[in-house]
Nanobody
Framework: QVQLVESGGGLVQAGASLRLSCTGS????????MAWFRQAPGKEREFVAA??????????ADSMKGRFTISRDNAKNKNTVSLQLYSLTAEDTAAYYC?????????????????WGQGTQVTVSS
């Protein structure tokens, strides 16, 4: 059972930065491709970024490229995937979800991710 726990969300002002973290509980995240998705109120869930098991491949949504950075630390005492958010705007307000996939290739589609965290809320005030 893959259990994911997100943290780091909060209320910030426009232009601020924030770092989200996703930790694996009783599972080595190094075994999985990982991604972040987000969902704003009244909107569909959207892909944010993805990172391969060894960090050699990363994907970003076009609208977030250059403002968000995904990274991971597979060390046993870290076991974390992070999403650094820069230059936040009100349009970035959403619940952010960490997800894991055991696909061989790094996917971007939400349906290829089989385990999800509960989400962490990011609210940006303008």
């Amino acid at each position: 059972q893959v259990q994911l726990v997100e943290s780091g969300g909060g209320l910030v002002q426009a232009g601020a930065s924030l770092r989200l973290s996703c930790t694996g509980s009783r599972v080595a995240l190094a075994l999985y491709n990982m991604a972040w998705f987000r969902q704003a109120p009244g909107k569909e869930r959207e892909f944010v970024a993805a990172i391969s098991r060894s960090s050699d491949v990363t994907y970003y949504a076009d609208s977030m490229k250059g403002r968000f950075t995904i990274s991971r630390d597979n060390a046993k005492n870290k076991n974390t995937v992070s999403l650094q958010l820069y230059s936040l705007t009100a349009e970035d307000t959403a619940a952010y979800y960490c997800a894991a996939s055991n696909d061989v290739q790094l996917p971007r589609a939400a349906e290829r991710y089989y385990w999800w965290g509960q989400g962490t809320q990011v609210t940006v005030s303008s």
